[in-house]
């Protein structure tokens, strides 16, 4: 079975500073990763997604996330966020034949002026 | 671009009526579409996984009659609520799956608000 945990459900952050949203899976197979992003009362955007090689991704709106297998995190990182990038965050994992993306429990980013 | 639309993006319906929600995949094929279902801050339940031209696969604790789904082309699947209740108000997503070897990512519709009074 696999799962994700999203420890922190809210992250404040003031305008400019940088950010981490923690991620960690558990998995009994190999994994493909993912962040999506919801702003209120709208479906999911795809940030970036880890499925081999590099283990430093690169996504939308200056996001990057690592994969690190040892220590089964995969957290996400912008160096200086926006007001814009108030939205919640949604870290998913999948790696069985059915797709099926396991979602955490999400972190809602709130940037402040 | 892989754009999932849906609709409608909100009703408002009566107890004990049915809804249906459409799904569709714009610009490409979707072999497997999934719905889920989101309650207020809260994250995305995997109702059911939807292959065009079988049966629904349901997760465990989702009935079956009460959510109806049909994935009758590879760009249209539907989800029925039947008998709508309060209690199945909810934020409902559906995402779709390109079927390529691969590739792991769904995209996702931008979701459909069901109030029942």
């Known amino acids: 079975a696999q799962s994700v945990t999203q420890l922190d459900s809210q992250v404040p952050v003031f305008e400019e500073a940088p950010v981490e949203l923690r991620c960690n899976y558990s998995?009994?197979?190999?994994?493909?990763l993912f962040w999506y992003v919801q702003y209120p009362n709208q479906g999911l955007q795809l940030l970036l997604k880890?499925?081999?090689?590099?283990?430093l991704v690169k996504g939308i709106n200056g996001f990057e996330a690592e994969f690190n297998k040892s220590q089964t995190s995969f957290h996400l990182r912008k160096p200086s966020v926006h007001i814009s990038d108030t939205a919640e965050y949604f870290c998913?994992?999948?790696?069985?034949?059915?797709?099926?993306?396991?979602f955490g429990t999400g972190t809602l980013l709130a940037v402040q002026p | 671009g892989a754009v999932v639309s849906q609709h409608p993006s909100r009703v408002i319906c009566k107890s004990g009526t049915s809804v249906k929600i459409e799904c569709r995949s714009l610009?490409?094929?979707?072999?497997?579409m999934f719905w889920y279902r989101q309650f207020p801050k809260q994250s995305l339940m995997l109702m059911a996984t939807?292959?065009?031209?079988?049966?629904?696969?349901?997760e465990q604790g989702v009935e079956k009659d009460k959510f109806l789904i049909n994935h009758a082309s590879l760009t249209l699947s539907t989800l029925t609520v039947t008998s709508a209740h309060p209690e199945d108000s909810s934020f409902y997503i559906c995402?779709?799956?390109?079927?390529?070897?691969?590739?792991?990512?769904?995209?996702f519709g931008p979701g459909t608000r069901l109030t029942v009074t």
């Open positions: 995402s779709a799956h390109k079927g390529d070897r691969g590739r792991y990512e769904q995209y």
């Open positions: 998995s009994s197979v190999s994994v493909y």
């Open positions: 880890y499925l081999s090689g590099s283990t």
């Open positions: 998913a994992v999948t790696g069985g034949a059915t797709n099926k993306l396991i």
């Open positions: 610009d490409f094929q979707a072999t497997t």
């Open positions: 939807s292959n065009e031209g079988s049966k629904a696969t349901y």
